[in-house]
């Protein structure tokens, strides 16, 4: 307990706005600290997506150049010198010599980018539909929310898969390979601004009848000014949390996409296409050409659910 | 009024709450008997504890609150360190509960008839058709018109006021000897609260029931209640005859209070308030809890905690009020 | 309770036509279909006849309205791939299907649910806090690392199950079915545990939330407080009010079921739908993928609208609302 008097006439109902934010920050912090499972799971993170973005650095070979490669280092095992031409590879290599490591590196790279620029496309698109939802009401409402609705009857790797395929079929043969991280990218973020503009359009409906927001409109500011500046904050919280765990649910898209074959193209594996490359070889006893990669999606999706999980709940005290 | 042994007897119960900024008392060395057919009102604002010491009495605390000192009796058993299925049996059976809000009690998918009967087959070794018949006399004492075919509604199908004749019925009938009713009119309109009231305190007359009264409503201790216990940040403040402490309160709290409170027996005195508010809990001052708003608080007053009640009546008070004072 | 009812069919029916609308412009727009029908030797006579047969001469919405009625039909054309009408193709895989998803549904639903209560109940229990942890992995797995995994462990290392197919099936009407015979069963095994994972620790994990959340509503306090047993409190009380909210998402679930074979089906090569659709989409075998997106939309609203039937019968509140309401 406290050693500090409230003074007689403490007004205590009477909250003060800035110390309250300061107090739930300092418990946003402290829960934090708190959580081992979190500060784990942001290590883990922060580490991976560093290591990818800096993977030519990091990684000891260049898997995709065809001059590093010798056929004569294939099936290296992990941690073992190869019999040929006594290299070690700390993860060994794959049918082609390719040091497994620098695939993962790469391979995760193309991961956490197409996951995040499919989140980043689906919280754009969803904030926006939902705004425009709350703000505007009438048809464009309802439009925006009924396709939603249908949409979310819908799994999101299904609507990902077709919508994939429409492109694949609008997109001429010769550039199918160049486009499929892109047309990965639309497709996934497709499939996920549902939850988006539900929430924002909900916390919009709220927030364009409290008197700031009449005011602002009193004043003269416009309607984009008044859903950046005083709507758009007031639902950063929740966006953060979908967000957070939109981006597990599309790395694991994105790998599920490209393990079957509708995916990243073999010239620029992803996660998901080494996975699918290494399951060839667990029959006949490779199984670290496949193990490695699986491991680390394993431990990037986890991670990324785990931050959400720990998120949402620091976020929203009354589900603790 | 309690010359017979108690139904329910408190003695210096404790109830804590372990929290990061340490151990919270919202329940603080209370002390008071409740006697057959006797309803004892216990007042005070919210926070101050009195729904806190009901739950402990009923063994329904929620965790990590807990019983970390003192001895409660029913019926001359004590009961507060019973766990699992002894103290399950007990509920229901020796202790009622009725809560604050009848629409919010009532499993909204079981028929009432289905909620009673269970009720009165956990207690009562009765047949199951013997077990309806009770249901249906129940409904029918709480005066519930038409017990015979209500018995097969849902919850919804009835207003506020007859669901909390319902939760009523629920409570009393396994006939248990004391009911604890937590805010019973609070969540109903102005003039239901009356009728309520009415019939508990009929039933529990008839019954010999003893009435553990929590609210916060001086109006409904004035009409229901045969003594009064206040309470203030976990502590009680007075006890006494509902009479004297309403007409004559000798703790400068309850004071505040009744000045604080419309009626009709004080005629057209003007309405004070108290100033400030009640301490949280973990910011405590010294002392007397309610030194820092008492008018007549003195040097003594934030250096010891006030006098504990001896079991019978009186103020927790070093400087209570003469007997004779005025109302403020 | 009927206007209810109308009024859910004509949006399920609603929810269909704008799907045909997609799936018609997807056979319509995407690629030629004259292109993909007619190899390299093709005469402008062909092409006109070809376009005539279609009816790709003709405005729109004639066009669509007979693409609904064929579908209707069961008619959706001939596939590009394999040169043969799409409604026999997904006739013979759908049994494969079906079968995979019942099996996978019924284990997602039932182990679901109990762990959910379980976890809920014991919530600070070790083996409660233990599968609730198991199953955050659960989530984070891809359902194909689950399978994967499962015929590393089960058909490589110990040899104990097929690692793809369906074993054998013996033909029952015009059924092909793997309930009946030894290897067909076995067959099932890991597909049906993949493909029910994912859904089952959902389904879990809501039964969980929203358990924990009804045991804290004052009726179950109350419940308590009339001394009720702690059985009669969890099941009779609590289960029951968790079921509602319960019974819509379990519903959606069994709908990706469906969809998520098409993951379980491409990792065990079981001859399904789902595969079907998966290599339709590898090659734009645009009339596979307009049919598999029409027969899953059928299947969806149909769970959907049985969904909302079922939840009428099991609250009684929506009963009585609606009926004063209509």
Not at chain 1, 252 to 267: D, K, N, R, W
Not at chain 2, 60 to 85: F, Q, Y
Not at chain 2, 101 to 116: A, E, K, V
Not at chain 2, 279 to 305: E, I, N, T, V
Request: glycine share 8%.
């Amino acid at each position: 307990m406290t050693d500090t008097q409230l003074p007689p006439d403490a007004p205590i109902a009477v909250k003060d706005p800035s110390r309250l934010s300061l107090a739930l920050q300092s418990d946003f912090i402290y829960t934090f600290k708190r959580s081992p499972v979190a500060m784990i799971s942001f290590a883990v993170v922060t580490i991976m997506v560093l290591a990818a973005i800096f993977a030519p650095l990091v990684a000891p070979y260049n898997p995709f150049d065809p001059a590093s490669l010798n056929l004569m280092n294939g099936f290296s095992r992990p941690m073992t010198p190869n019999a040929f031409t006594g290299d070690t590879f700390w993860l060994g290599t794959d049918d082609q010599g390719r040091d497994v490591f620098s695939t993962i590196l790469y391979g995760m790279r193309i991961s956490l980018f197409v996951g995040a620029a499919a989140v980043l496309f689906a919280m754009i698109l969803g904030i926006t539909l939902g705004m425009l939802a709350g703000y505007v009401g009438g048809w464009t409402e309802t439009i925006i929310m009924r396709v939603a609705d249908v949409q979310l009857t819908f799994p999101a790797i299904l609507v990902a898969m077709l919508i994939f395929g429409i492109a694949k079929g609008i997109t001429p043969v010769e550039y199918r390979d160049q486009m499929a991280i892109w047309v990965l990218i639309i497709a996934i973020g497709l499939s996920d601004w549902v939850q988006f503009a539900r929430v924002v359009r909900g916390a919009t409906l709220v927030e364009k009848n409290k008197e700031y927001v009449q005011a602002a409109r009193l004043i003269g500011r416009t309607s984009p000014a008044i859903m950046l500046r005083h709507i758009l904050p007031n639902v950063l919280g929740p966006v953060l949390v979908i967000a957070t765990i939109s981006l597990a649910l599309a790395i694991i898209a994105e790998a599920t996409l490209s393990f079957l074959g509708v995916g990243a193209p073999p010239t620029q594996p992803s996660l998901g296409t080494l996975i699918r490359i290494g399951q060839g070889f667990l029959f006949s006893g490779e199984w670290w050409i496949l193990l490695f990669p699986a491991a680390t999606l394993l431990a990037l999706a986890l991670s990324v659910n785990l931050l959400g999980d720990w998120l949402r709940d620091a976020l929203n005290p009354r589900l603790r | 009024m309690t010359m017979t042994q108690p139904i329910l007897s408190i003695r210096d119960l404790t109830v804590e709450i372990p929290t990061r900024h340490g151990i919270l008392r919202p329940v603080d060395g209370i002390s008071y008997d409740i006697g057959r057919g006797e309803v004892l009102g216990i007042v005070g604002e919210s926070g101050a504890g009195k729904s806190m010491a009901g739950n402990a009495v009923i063994g329904l605390l929620s965790p990590p609150a807990r019983i970390a000192k003192g001895e409660i009796h029913v019926g001359g058993t004590r009961i507060d360190h019973l766990k699992g299925d002894a103290m399950r049996r007990l509920r229901g059976k020796q202790i009622g509960m009725v809560f604050q809000d009848p629409l919010t009690s009532l499993n909204p998918l079981l028929r009432i008839g289905d909620q009673l009967t269970e009720t009165i087959l956990a207690h009562l070794d009765v047949s199951r058709s013997e077990a309806e018949k009770r249901a249906v006399a129940a409904l029918d004492e709480v005066g519930i018109p038409g017990a015979r075919e209500r018995i097969n509604s849902y919850p919804h199908e009835f207003s506020g006021g007859m669901r909390q004749r319902v939760v009523i019925a629920l409570a009393l009938c396994a006939e248990p000897s004391l009911i604890i009713a937590d805010e019973p009119t609070t969540a109903l309109d102005v003039s239901v609260q009356a009728q309520i009231i009415a019939l508990l305190k009929a039933l529990c007359r008839d019954r010999g029931t003893a009435v553990m009264l929590i609210t916060h409503d001086m109006g409904v201790i004035a009409e229901a209640a045969d003594r009064v216990a206040v309470m203030y940040a976990g502590k009680l403040a007075e006890l006494g005859p509902v009479r004297d402490v309403l007409t004559r309160p000798r703790h400068p709290y309850t004071d505040g209070l009744m000045g604080s409170t419309p009626l009709a027996s004080r005629g057209k005195a003007r309405l004070h308030q108290i100033p400030g508010a009640m301490p949280r809990l973990d910011a405590l001052p010294s002392g007397c809890a309610f030194h820092p708003r008492c008018p007549y608080a003195q040097d003594k007053c934030s250096a010891d905690p006030g006098p504990t009640l001896a079991d019978g009546n009186g103020a927790a008070c070093w400087f209570p009020l003469p007997h004779d004072a005025k109302v403020a | 309770m009927l206007a209810f009812v109308i009024q859910r069919v004509a949006q399920s029916a609603l929810v269909l036509l704008v799907v045909g609308l997609v799936a018609f412009s997807m056979f319509r727009f995407v690629g030629d279909p004259i292109d993909n029908m007619l190899g390299q030797e093709r005469t402008q006579a062909d092409i006109d006849r070809l376009r005539t047969q279609l009816g790709l001469d003709q405005p729109f919405p004639v066009q669509y309205v007979k693409f609904l009625g064929n579908a209707v039909q069961g008619n959706f054309g001939i596939s590009y791939r394999q040169g043969r009408p799409v409604s026999d193709i997904l006739m013979e895989r759908a049994p494969a299907t079906l079968e995979l998803a019942a099996v996978s549904g019924f284990l997602a639903i039932f182990i679901g649910i109990g762990l959910g209560v379980f976890t809920a109940i014991r919530r600070e229990g070790f083996a409660a806090n233990a599968i609730m942890s198991l199953s955050l992995i659960g989530v984070s797995l891809p359902t194909f690392l689950i399978g994967i995994l499962l015929i590393y462990l089960f058909s490589v290392e110990l040899g104990w199950l097929p690692s793809f197919g369906r074993g054998d099936t013996v033909r029952v009407g015009g059924w092909s079915t793997g309930f009946l015979t030894a290897s067909g069963l076995k067959a099932l095994i890991l597909p049906s545990i993949t493909l029910g994972l994912y859904q089952m620790t959902l389904i879990m994990r809501l039964v969980r939330s929203e358990m924990l959340e009804v045991l804290r509503q004052d009726y179950i306090r109350f419940a308590r407080a009339r001394g009720l047993r702690e059985r009669a409190v969890n099941f009779r009380h609590a289960l029951k009010n968790t079921l509602v909210p319960v019974i819509t998402v379990t519903g959606l679930q069994l709908g990706s079921i469906i969809a998520f074979a098409i993951i379980t089906e491409t990792v065990f090569q079981w001859p399904g739908v789902g595969l079907l659709f998966i290599n339709a989409i590898q090659f734009v075998d645009i009339p596979v993928m307009a049919a598999y997106l029409m027969l899953i939309s059928v299947m969806f609203v149909g769970i959907n609208l049985i969904v909302d039937l079922l939840y009428f019968s099991i609250d009684p509140r929506l009963r009585a609302d609606r009926t004063k309401a209509h």
